[in-house]
T-cell receptor
Framework: ELKVEQNPLFLSMQEGKNYTIYCNYS?????LYWYRQDPGKSLESLFV?????AVKQEGRLMASLDTKARLSTLHITAAVHDLSATYFC???????????????FGKGTHLIIQP | DGGITQSPKYLFRKEGQNVTLSCEQN?????MYWYRQDPGQGLRLIYY???????QKGDIAEGYSVSREKKESFPLTVTSAQKNPTAFYLC?????????????FGPGTRLTVL
């Protein structure tokens, strides 16, 4: 059974600081997603990481994937209040021989950025 | 505008009632999914469908049913057999071919059992 673990699950930080959210998963996969969710809202796609060593950046967020370590990171640079949200990683094992469809999600990292 | 629509936004159900949540997409996507989200948790897969007239159970299908009569529509019925249906339900869709597909999510339906 695929397990996806995020840490930390809760993070409070000050504006201007840097931090990293970690996503570990238990089964071979070369496709990982990061989503953002604001309170009471749906999920917004941030990044799709498709291969080992993939790195993508959008503004103050940068995501990377190490398929050998089964680890993805979401790095926040010089955080601003608008980045406060819950961030989810999700793993897709369809293309790694996993068979089943659909994404397996971590529990999410609730991020609060204080002025 | 292309996208995924879900209705209603809020739904209240009495004990023992069946209710149906609507999901429609005009993205011409092949695959559609239903997820459930409980407070403070990630999403869990209920059902998915890769083509019309075919669907598969996800991790937590018990107490739910779906149909896929049209490519654009994938309604979810929460039956009385679902013992704890209060949750946020999200529908998603994606193309099944291509290496860069992303699952896009609808706005969600919040179901509360009274």
């Amino acid at each position: 059974e695929l397990k996806v673990e995020q840490n930390p699950l809760f993070l409070s930080m000050q504006e201007g600081k840097n931090y990293t959210i970690y996503c570990n998963y238990s089964t071979t996969s070369d496709r990982l997603y990061w989503y953002r969710q604001d309170p009471g809202k749906s999920l917004e796609s941030l990044f799709v990481l498709l291969s080992n060593g993939a790195v993508k950046q959008e503004g103050r967020l940068m995501a990377s994937l190490d398929t050998k370590a089964r680890l993805s990171t979401l790095h926040i640079t010089a955080a601003v209040h608008d980045l406060s949200a819950t961030y989810f990683c999700a793993v897709d094992i369809r293309y790694s021989g996993g068979g089943a469809d659909g994404l397996t999600f971590g529990k999410g990292t609730h991020l609060i950025i204080q002025p | 505008d292309g996208g995924i629509t879900q209705s209603p936004k809020y739904l209240f159900r009495k004990e023992g009632q069946n209710v149906t949540l609507s999901c429609e997409q005009n993205l011409n996507h092949d695959a559609m999914y239903w997820y459930r989200q409980d407070p403070g948790q990630g999403l869990r897969l209920i059902y998915y469908s890769q083509i019309v007239n075919d669907f598969q159970k996800g991790d937590i299908a018990e107490g739910y049913s779906v149909s896929r009569e049209k490519k654009e529509s994938f309604p979810l019925t929460v039956t009385s057999a679902q013992k704890n249906p209060t949750a946020f339900y999200l529908c998603a869709s994606t193309v099944t071919s291509g290496f860069t597909d992303t699952q896009y999510f609808g706005p969600g339906t919040r179901l509360t059992v009274l």
